[in-house]
């Protein structure tokens, strides 16, 4: 009786279950079925039930019984040669098997191929790319830069540079239509190049502030010119450690002697073919997503004057 008064006052088991131990209690004060099924709600025919599946099973009989379910109509060995043609085997007319395609090989039905591939986490219409790195100091050049990022020097600063380009000054053919309820907002697919910059950017990995330039080509006299113009911020009694990616405007004879004859330059190259350990690019991201992207610019003036406008409101 005790299980059956805890039940009844349970507010976490199921409803229905609370109900019939509901319905045995007042059973056992004497009421019978039909003033009991209007207490509780139901029919008479229902509390009966319940009442002699408890005489029966006792507490357990009030609980729902395991069903079986549906049979299975597809054979364990259908299942086996569709994951198999899928993984194995290309179509004879593409480079990746569809829906529809796989469906009419294996005469199955079209949603049941869907639930087969979403249960497998088959999706062959997707392609991810990689790169991985031929250089044979790979492991020592990570542990480098990620030891700068989780620990740098003391009385030093850590900046990724990299270069972004080339940022086209695009103007669309017709206006914009903003953006309005129930529609995003729309512009033409075609549009008049007025010319390119390229964003030279440094990321303090400390504070997270961009020093930057736009220059009209990206040349290692342009990056000289930007090198000098962090020279110029960043404080003298403070050492620079570059992190940098294996481009070669960064290697030019005339770059390397602008560095030797600065002791407080350290550089630090990215393993080949993997510039996304610079963080810089995160950044670049940011600003593309942000300020460039979705922008419609007349001039490449004007386009330097919104990313300068981003980098002063970012930093």
Known sequence: M??????????????????????????SEGLCN??????????????????????QHG???????????????????KVATLIRKTLKTPPKDGTHWSV??????????????HRVWRA??????????????????????????????????????????????PIQALERTQPLLPLSVGYPESRTHDYVRHGTTTLFAALDTATGKVLSQCKRRHRHQEYLQFLRYIDANVPEDLDIHLVVDNYRTHKHPNVKRWLAARPRYHV???????????????WFNLITQRAIRHG???SVKQLVEKIDHFVQTYN
């Open 100 to 113: 529809r395609t796989m469906a009419a090989e294996t005469k199955l039905s079209k949603s049941t191929v």
């Open 268 to 282: 630090h190259f990215t393993p080949t073919y993997s510039s996304w350990l610079n963080q810089v690019e995160i």
């Open 296 to 298: 419609t610019f007349r």
């Open 59 to 77: 507490v357990a009989g009030l609980h729902d019984e395991l069903r079986s379910g549906r049979p299975r109509s597809i054979a364990d060995e």
């Open 2 to 27: 005790k299980k059956l008064e805890s039940l009844a006052n349970s507010r976490s088991f199921p409803h229905a279950l609370v109900t019939r131990a509901r319905m045995i209690l007042l059973a």
């Open 34 to 55: 039909s003033h009991i099924a209007k207490k509780v709600g139901g029919t008479a025919a229902t509390v009966g039930k319940w009442r002699t599946r408890y005489l």
């Open 120 to 165: 497998f986490g088959l999706q062959p219409h997707r392609v991810e790319y990689f790169k991985l790195s031929s250089d044979p100091f790979f492991v020592e050049k990570v542990r480098d830069i990620v030891g700068l990022y989780l620990n740098p020097p003391d009385n030093a600063l850590v900046l990724c540079v990299d270069e972004k380009s």
